[in-house]
């Protein structure tokens, strides 16, 4: 017997081998991991997630490095100015390197010390 993914993602029905195989491989839920994955969930669910930091950008160069942990080569990183230099700043931020745990943001050569930034990293 073959199993089918059905349209919501479920495994066959409650009798097909595949998904009995399944269910018994999965151990039963810990209550602490159970509300603490329900607590996370609920918190995305809200726009929550710990994928936030802020930096203040470099003076006297053109280039700063962000060492994140959540970083990676395909990850999207958004900036949201702070204070007002920032916000004048903002448009001429550009990430011009992406590795694993970094990224690097090249902006103009900076005279105020002042330009600090809250940033996201999606995936």
Known sequence: MQSTVNGNGSIGTKSDPARVALMQQIPPADPIWQRTAQNWM??????KLAAVGTITLATGDNVTRVLDARAGPTSAIRFMPMTEHAAVEWRYLVVIRQADGEFSIEHRVLTYTDHTYRYAILG
């Open 42 to 47: 609920r918190f995305a669910n809200q726009g």
